[in-house]
């Protein structure tokens, strides 16, 4: 009882410094660490303070990470970090941390998109992602100064002109938001993201709209149904403001996930599609609701036909291409529900033609692309198309164009074709771009063969790599593997190795991220390897002088430019980030991880490091409740 008095007593000092570092600061008191009702043990009122006390170190830290954010130089990391330490920060600290959510608006305010040349399909803006994330915290925390920036995005952002949209752009920078804090609320709250899809309509009907309502048929059909009829009363009111309205909502009836765009091009078969990279696998709208499917279809054929000439519009030819994608895309069906509706439109069709202004000349196929046959599979025509590619590699006159002509051959074929992709590059003289596009397939063919856990093959594969940062990322995703497989002594050795080749590299964003994803690997095993690991992602962190992006996937470590190459083939991988490292740390060694993490010369991605390790702690069950058995030992030191 004397030692339990004793540390009593030197928890109550530490409570009284730590009020004077932080004054004014309320502790936080979460219900699952109030005492509960009777008589307590000393141990666990020991505990309990011990608790308050961290939670109060924990906001503290906070606040001088959010205070520090002033002088960062990177606007949208700043304005995130506000918001996000706002959030975290509210329950102790609302005054606090309501002057940082609004100080993260203002820091939004000031991130410039880069200057670089607008896609003609789809376009992100760093702003409008910047203050996406300040007004999802505001939604939740302030919905008085949600509904104030909102309307400010409104009165400040006109409808942006045709030609300066994108094919699958959203209407507004405003929709954009409200779309995507529909989507990133659906999980939870599907109510409330019905409700911002269709507060999103008032900017008209944006690309990001079928996605909501994909999201939400999966969670409540009759949130989805309700919320497309707001967009069929929205087309009823407004009229048609452009044809690629009534395309997004045909392929959410119809074509889950995959969208055909109105045409702007001068080939009357040209087609604009977006394909979702995972399709939903959900029963088509139509079939579950004809009667919607119906309605739509009659609205649409009468939107057409009452759809301005184009000859009364300023760009005739465009308007005209528009009608006809959409009434070519409809009038089938639509002349099942409505064939006196669909007789009108063939007629407006042929009428439409002259207008359209298409190129009589045949379409011009795009470089090292063939016609496809006839019941041809993917695979054979891609092995038809590299066949091609080779013998116009065989035909070309200079050393140049014939090296990169073949490096295009041998990108062309298909992952499990990675020994014709490696007898292709032989025949490049270059050595460097030989080497290059070699490994490169090599790093495909053995991320390929992880995921299809052929592991054997997989290895055997990355020791042909001759690229260090290739085959040290391979070997990391082969070790998740391997730890999910319940094999960690073997994923320890791919680690190592993993570590012996980053000390051969000179450091850039690609080795500081191989080296996250060994943090992240060895704290779901070994807390002790996981420190080592860290502290040498720490010294690889301070050496390189680029930026870093904080993505989860395995970088991609591609040394070549100007050649057409498969870039999803990282997709699905994780664990390579910042976020991921820190959060592979339990919280009973918070201060050990924020002394490493310390060690960061950068003031940035310190601050975003540190504002991660508090988040972990704050979210994650406290030490005292945390069963022993979920976190790996921390070896003592010899």
Known sequence: MEVIRKKLMMAAVAMILLSMIAPGLQVLCFAQDKPKAGKSSPEAELQSSLREQQLVRVVSVLR?????????????????????????????????????????????????????????????????????????????????LSRKWLDQMAQTESDRRNNERGTFDDRTSRSSVLLQLAIQSCETNPGEAAALAVESL???ISFGFQEVLLKLQEKDPNLSRQVFRAALARLQTAGLLDPNELLILNAYLYTPGRTIAANTGENSGHIQMAVARNQPRLIPAAQLDPALAADFLNLAAELLIRSPLPASTPDPPNTARGQISAISALIGKISVVAPEKAAILANRLQALT?????????????????????????????????????????????TLSRDIAYAKAALATEVDQYQRGWNLAAKIDDQSLRDDVRDWLTYRATLHFISLNDLERAYELAAKNTDPLQRAASLVVGAQKLIKAKDPNRAAEWLSEARRLLRKVEPDENCVRIAFG??????????????????????????????????????LVQKFSGLEAAADFVYGTEGFSLKAAISSFEPDVFEETLAAINKITGAELRGLATMELCRNYLKRPTPVQASTATAPPLRQKQ
């Open 518 to 555: 060994i943090v992240t690997a060895y704290g779901r095993f070994d807390r002790d390897l996981a420190f080592d690991g860290l502290s040498e992602a720490v010294q690889l962190v301070n050496k390189s002088n680029r930026d870093l992006k904080d993505e989860d996937r395995a970088p």
């Open 354 to 398: 002259g207008d359209a202004q298409f190129s009589s000349a045949p379409p011009k196929l795009p470089e090292g692309q063939l016609e496809t046959k006839t019941g041809e599979t993917a695979g054979q025509y891609n092995q038809r198309r590299v066949d091609y590619l080779e013998k116009i590699a065989e035909r070309e006159t200079t």
């Open 64 to 144: 001088t990470v959010a205070d520090g954010t002033r002088e960062w130089k990177n606007p949208a990391a700043a304005s995130k970090t506000q918001a996000q330490i706002a959030d975290l920060i509210w329950d102790a600290d609302p005054a606090s941390a309501r002057g940082y959510l609004i100080k993260a608006w203002d820091t939004a305010g000031r991130v410039e998109d880069p200057n670089q040349q607008r896609s003609r399909y789809r376009n992100g803006s760093v702003q409008t992602d910047a203050r996406r994330e300040v007004i999802l915290v505001a939604r939740k925390r302030a919905p008085d």
């Open 202 to 204: 008032t900017d008209g």
